[in-house]
């Protein structure tokens, strides 16, 4: 991309208005996006706003029933902003204060890191069907046309651009990387949502030895719970496998009485072994291309699945609107993620670990959380810099 040319929106704050740049290459483009989830979505908005003529097939019968909570990251909130979303970010998401990090077993707070530190949009927690939503009226306003209950497959669709955003089970992928064998990691995953007891929009993360959970406030006095355990056998990779809740309350058995209530009040959860997989190799061929966890799934412990998502829907827009030939525009597009989102993915398998610590390195790494947290709070957050400092607009970024 030429230096100081910016992709950007200046639409207004519901996203009607449409006066993204028009005159680029993807001005009349046929694109073909395979999965409305939210990477899907976000490419689809990302295309139809410079000017591409876009339409999203997407096997549900009905957008966003899946999933609980998501929390995105000023990374992928710029993106969103900059496609004229910040108006309904602001409407339908939860704006955090601070990160958490608590001792499950005392219930004492280890630290705080303050979010009001950091530069740039605002961290919000959002349910992931909200975030679809908004994301599915925006594309609508902007012409998108979107199918639903339309399985469909990349190989056979006829556009100037086709992508695969079907997710962690992506066939599109295996179609340009061969089978994918992710293994298991040792670690299931718990979601669900709860009454908020405590809307206070901060994210807490209860550690105990092989065990986590993660919860914070959603609209409407929910509150998202993400809880994960370390266990030899494995559950099925998806959030379709529901548990008994006695399964979850069991895992949790020891922690402390705040937590243990929180817990007591769930319902209904779903299951989840946490598999790796690898980056794909390859993420376009031809007019086909790749995105989200289609091209590198990632483990929730960094929060960043989503949110990289969108910026690559963003960046792939990008790129094809300044490139009249699709195929170096692929190829500019896969150069430019690749990898920031490696560093991504070892961050959340390296958070995996912290947050688990048992014994004597636990005790070390709660001093040093705690002691970084009075002494230099800004450190903790400038040392992501890199990661919610990502700019989609901006020349560095492609
Ligand atoms: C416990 C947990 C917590 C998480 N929390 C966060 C968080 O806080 N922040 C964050 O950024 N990320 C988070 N993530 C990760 C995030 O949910 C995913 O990375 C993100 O949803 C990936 O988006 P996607 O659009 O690539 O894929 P998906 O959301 O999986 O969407 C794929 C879509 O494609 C559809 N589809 C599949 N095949 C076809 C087909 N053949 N035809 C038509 N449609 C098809 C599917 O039905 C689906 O709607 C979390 C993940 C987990 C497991």
Known sequence: MSAGKKFTATTDVAG?????QRGGSNRGRRVCVVGGGIGGLTAALAFARSGAQV??????????RIGAGIQITPNGARALEALGLRGALDARGVQATAVQPMDALTGRAVTRFDLGRLDGPPYRFFHRADLIDLLAGACRGAGVQVHLGAKADTSRCDADLVVGAEGIHSPTRAVLNGTDVPFFTGQVAWRTIVPANDVAPVAKIWMAPRRHVVTYPLREGLLNVVAVEERDGWAAEGWTHADDPANL??????????LRHILKQVEQTNLWGLFRHEVAAVWSRDQLAILGDAAHPTL??????ANLAI??????????DAQRSIE????????????????????????????HLSGPARRVAHI???????????VFLRRMDWLYGYDVTSDDAV
Do not use: H, M, W
């Open 368 to 378: 040093g959380l705690k002691t970084l947290g009075v002494i230099a709070p800004s």
């Open 311 to 320: 910026e690559d829907a963003f960046i792939l827009a990008r790129c094809c």
């Open 249 to 258: 309350r069991a895992a949790f058995a020891d922690t402390c009485a705040p």
């Open 300 to 305: 929730p412990f960094l929060a960043q699945g």
């Open 328 to 355: 170096v525009a692929l190829k500019t597009y896969e150069d430019a993620r690749k990898s920031r989102v490696q560093r991504a993915i070892e961050a959340a398998n390296a958070n995996a670990r912290n947050y």
């Open 55 to 64: 339409e999203v097939f997407e096997q549900a019968t009905a957008l966003g």
């Open 16 to 20: 009607e208005s449409d006066i993204l």
